[in-house]
């Protein structure tokens, strides 16, 4: 286990500051955006500690295909439902006009499971990516999708000429801990197969994952995670700190070091993942844009780490 010395506490180094000013102002109108045009985003219905930095920044995440799931792992705070209602028919418009009206350069769209659906949501998500890209060709795109439920078939109709920059699924954990942490639907190995297929079906395109660090692992546990993905091409990696949403969750066992962070990212940089945005405020949208443009030679943003 990656150590830490007070796993109760939060450490010193989680500091949040809100936004104020000219910050302060976007993120209203991010909410604004989001409230008018009926959305859900991963920010609010995950918790993310960095929501008041990202819509204060003009960028939100977007969870598409409803705002209920149909497991429950965890350590996610989604609303879990066996049936979710069915994704709105006009959720492609209204997701376009939020992205048009925020005036935003990259959008990562995120989705709920829904193992209720035959294709496991994924022409949903289809026309969702086109409408996007019909109204405003100049964003780029990045999918943050479900495991599909293992359905190769729909994930490769999503995928086929989709307007992506970056296809990206979450192993969330290292395979020891899976069983215990993520929904018993979702395992590392299909999770590995779904990020595989996504390259050789659209060799074109990144490959992306994001690990959680706190939940009891080792140093080896996310070594051999490392390898499986890096076997798998996948071409970004983000590694966050783990933290419950409440009571009931899978408790926070550590709290490991931002230079424990640096470290990992290095050993992964050198295992040949070509950018690497690592720690504890890291969650696996955040800043996409930069960890893109890190991997493709290109300066980013100041205040980001990214190991490219």
């Known amino acids: 286990m990656l150590a830490n010395d007070k796993p109760n506490r939060l450490p010193e180094w989680f500091r949040v500051t809100l936004p104020s000013g000219d910050s302060m102002e976007r993120y209203k109108s991010t909410a604004t955006s989001v409230k008018d045009n009926q959305l859900h985003t991963v920010c609010e219905e995950a918790h993310c500690p960095n929501i008041h930095e990202c819509w204060g920044r003009g960028t939100a995440t977007f969870m598409i295909a409803g705002k209920a799931c149909t497991r429950g792992c965890r350590f996610c705070a989604v609303d879990t439902m066996r049936i979710p209602p069915p994704p709105e028919v006009e959720e492609p418009q ?3 006009d939020a992205i048009q ?13 829904r193992d209720d659906m035959e294709d496991g949501g994924a022409l949903h998500y289809r026309k969702c990516l086109d409408e996007v890209h019909k109204r405003v060709p100049e964003v780029g795109l990045e999918l943050l999708c479900s495991d599909l439920s293992g359905n190769l078939n729909a994930l490769e109709d999503l995928l086929d000429n989709a307007p992506l920059q970056v ?4 192993v969330e954990t290292v395979p020891r801990l899976t069983p215990r942490v993520r929904d018993p639907r979702a395992t590392f190995e299909q999770s590995i197969l779904i990020l595989k297929k996504a390259k050789e079906f659209r060799p074109d395109i990144m490959t992306k994952s994001s690990i959680m660090l706190g939940l009891g692992e080792t140093e080896e546990d996310l070594i051999d995670a490392f390898k499986e993905l890096r076997e798998a091409n996948v071409d970004l990696l983000t590694l966050g700190q783990y933290l419950a ?22 050993m992964a940089k050198e295992m040949g993942f070509k950018a690497i ?5 890291i969650r696996s949208s955040y800043r996409a844009e930069s960890l893109v443009a890190a991997a ?5 943003e100041s205040g980001l780490k990214v190991i490219a």
């Open 101 to 113: 009206r925020m005036g935003l350069t990259y959008s990562v769209i995120t989705v709920v499971n």
């Open 94 to 96: 209204k997701l376009a």
């Open 167 to 170: 296809f990206a699924h979450n």
């Open 296 to 300: 493709n030679g290109e300066s980013i």
């Open 245 to 266: 949403p409440g009571p009931g969750y899978h408790p926070v066992v550590s709290f490991p070091t931002p230079e424990t962070f640096d470290r990992l990212a290095n």
């Open 277 to 281: 945005a690592s720690g504890p405020m």
